[in-house]
């Protein structure tokens, strides 16, 4: 079983690296070569000019730890921060999924800001058996970890860049792979996922994956409030992760 365990957290870990699901904030340029800014007329919605938050404005809104006791929010690390806009897919038209879930942004944003929480397992007893401690450590491994990031838009750019999240979804849903330096993840599927009510507007999906023959179920949720786009990626070690739900409503809420 622990041989078993190894495998699966490093073949875990690389796709955590691929989705960077372990960054926080993203760079405050976006690459315009990989995505170029979306259209106007690609917007799902006639959304009123907004004026868009700064970065500082956004990081005085993002999630922390007292807004998430049953987390662990942890900041991201000059490395971290430096593979967030690394991350590139095989297919041009499914770039905007990749970077949704590197926590990039979709064309050019006016201010971006990011962190992650890993959901806390059930702490053992005091006077709990190596058995039991042992289970506990491997229910800790399997815990939902999601990266949070708001990147803010001038215009119509916050619905512009959820409308081309929506246009990839649909158009990758067989598949794609997204790769970071000379790591890949081979992504299989994408389909909707379960149904979410926040924010202006609001897309989900169940993005499946195959490390190396592992599968692996990830959850990718996208908010629009006003000028700003929440992306939420989760990841679990035991292959499913479940929808941060309580992130998502946490991050909303602070949104206004």
């Known amino acids: 079983m622990r041989n078993a365990l190894v495998r699966r957290t490093v073949l875990a870990a690389s796709a955590v690296s691929l989705t960077l699901l372990a960054t926080a904030c993203g760079s405050d340029k976006a690459d315009t070569k990989a995505d170029a800014k979306p259209s106007e007329a690609a917007a799902t919605s006639a959304a009123p000019a907004a004026k868009a938050k700064t970065t500082a404005e956004l990081a005085g809104v993002l999630v922390v730890q007292a807004d998430l006791p049953n987390h662990v929010v942890k900041a991201a690390t000059p490395a971290e921060l430096a593979a967030a806009s690394a991350t590139k897919s095989d297919k041009p038209e499914c770039q905007p999924l990749v970077s949704a879930q590197s926590m990039a942004p979709i064309g050019t944003a006016a201010g971006t800001a990011g962190t992650k929480a890993v959901a806390k397992g059930k702490e053992p007893a005091a006077d709990a058996s190596p058995e ?88 990718l949720v996208v908010v629009r409030k006003g000028s700003t786009v929440a992306t939420f990626s989760a990841l679990s070690l035991a292959g499913a992760a479940e929808q941060p739900k309580d992130v998502v409503d946490a991050q909303v809420k602070k949104l206004g």
Request: aromatic share 4%; proline share 2%; glycine share 16%.
């Open 132 to 219: 039991e401690k042992l289970k506990a450590g491997l229910a800790a491994l399997s815990a939902t970890a999601t990266s949070v990031s708001l990147h803010s838009y001038e215009g119509t750019g916050a619905a512009e860049a959820l409308a081309t999240i929506k246009k990839a979804g649909t158009a990758c849903a067989g598949g794609y792979t997204g790769g970071q330096g000379g790591d890949s993840l081979k992504i299989t599927k994408v389909a909707p996922g379960a149904a979410v009510t926040a924010g202006d507007e609001a897309l989900a999906y169940t993005v499946t994956g195959d490390a190396d023959g592992e599968p692996m179920s990830m959850e």
